[in-house]
């Protein structure tokens, strides 16, 4: 059982609490307004370089940036990606062609796939993942 904590340190924790969330929205972030004060206070960490690990406030903005997070993907939604925009994408990041693509097959499949004539196979699918080092969920549609 844990043990249970002095008086004493309770009080200070809340007065530290209360003062910290004066400043500092340390709960989940309920509607616009919270979001645009947390993205700005959080802004303002980084560039005073909390992003550094090792800097005191490091652990604060990872909890800001974990609600900030939160409200993101509840409120603005990623749309979904099809695994032939994912592959044009990495074919422009790593500068190929589709006849480097040998993994999902011919110049000609790799149109297919590319023009969404042609869905990629499960063989394929572990090829990319293994050539881009990625999950095999980004190439299944």
Do not use: C, W
Not at 4 to 29: C, R
Not at 42 to 63: I, K, Q, S, Y
Request: glycine share 6%.
């Amino acid at each position: 059982m844990a043990a249970l904590m002095d008086h004493k340190v309770v009080e200070q924790i809340t007065t530290h609490y209360q003062a910290l969330s004066t400043l500092v929205p340390l709960h989940p972030l309920n509607d616009e307004a919270d979001y645009e004060r947390a993205v700005g206070i959080l802004n303002g960490l980084l560039d005073a370089g909390a992003a550094d690990e090792n800097h005191p406030l490091a652990m604060l903005v990872d909890t800001l940036g974990m609600l900030i997070s939160k409200y993101d993907d509840q409120h603005y939604p990623a749309p979904p990606v099809s695994p032939a925009a994912v592959i044009r994408s990495l074919m422009e990041q790593h500068q190929l062609t589709q006849r480097d693509l040998a993994e999902i097959g011919s110049q000609g499949v790799v149109s297919e796939v590319l023009s969404g004539k042609r869905k990629l196979n499960i063989r394929q699918v572990k090829a990319l993942a293994r050539r881009f080092d990625l999950p095999v969920g980004v190439f299944v549609g």
